[in-house]
Nanobody
Framework: QVHVVESGGGSVQPGESLKLSCAVS????????LGWYRQVPGKQRELAAK???????LYDESVKGRFTISRDNARNTVDLQMNSLKPEDTAVYYC????????????WGRGTQVTVSS
């Protein structure tokens, strides 16, 4: 059983920072791409940032220059450093992990709330 557990959400004011962390327990399997997605009520879940096992990153245009994604392959963790937060960053943030076995399996965490409000 693969577990994906997020931490680090909370409430901040505009311009402040938060760091999200995610740990993947993959039972010896290889963890591939890791990503952070976000969702607001009534809208589809959308990509914020993702990172390959080789460190290659992709950011949504709305977070470029403000968010930084990083990973530790030895620990199977991924972090999202969020700076200069805006009210429109308010969402539930989900960690996504690809776990490579006989096939590539997708796993999601339960999500962590990020609220940016003055």
């Amino acid at each position: 059983q693969v577990h994906v557990v997020e931490s680090g959400g909370g409430s901040v004011q505009p311009g402040e920072s938060l760091k999200l962390s995610c740990a993947v327990s993959a039972r010896g399997l290889t963890v591939g791409e890791l990503g952070w997605y976000r969702q607001v009520p009534g809208k589809q879940r959308e990509l914020a940032a993702k990172i390959g096992r080789d460190g290659l990153t992709l950011y949504d245009e709305s977070v470029k220059g403000r968010f930084t994604i990083s990973r530790d392959n030895a620990r199977n963790t991924v972090d999202l450093q969020m700076n200069s937060l805006k009210p429109e960053d308010t969402a539930v943030y989900y960690c996504h992990a690809e776990v490579i076995g006989a096939f590539v399996y997708e796993h999601w965490g339960r999500g962590t709330q990020v609220t940016v409000s003055s």
